[in-house]
Nanobody, 124 residues
């Protein structure tokens, strides 16, 4: 089972991108979906999470007010809308599916299924 993350690319500072996460052999609405990112020499960090029913969302402090996570369970797709992008947002972004509890939504150990990652580059 593998998720597919897409939508990354090159954008200027202040610009926007929307990442998508899909799965061809996994019904995502049974799972919470987390977005993570990992830069060179850094630990993979949780960026955002949305619960299976979409009623609760969580964000890394540094992206609050700029990123919005949403899901369309009919399309089996989860989105991460990223606005006001900064150069420090540059890295590879991954989506993951799991069943975390409230206190572990940003921990990678809480997620069983992962995508291959999509590169986001914010540069002028």
């Amino acid at each position: 089972v593998q998720l597919q993350a897409s939508g990354g690319g090159l954008v200027q500072p202040g610009g926007s991108l929307t990442l998508s996460c899909t799965a061809s052999d996994l019904t995502l609405d049974y799972y919470a979906i987390g977005w993570f990112r990992k830069g060179p020499g850094k630990e993979r960090e949780g960026v955002s999470c949305i619960t299976s029913n979409g009623l609760s969302t969580y964000y890394l402090d540094s992206v609050k007010g700029r990123f919005t996570v949403s899901r369309d369970n009919v399309k089996n797709t989860v989105y991460l809308q990223m606005n006001s992008l900064k150069p420090e947002d540059t890295t590879v972004y991954y989506c993951a599916a799991g069943r975390p509890i409230t206190t572990t939504v940003m921990r990678r150990e809480s997620y069983a299924y992962w995508g291959q990652g999509t590169q986001v580059t914010v540069s002028s």
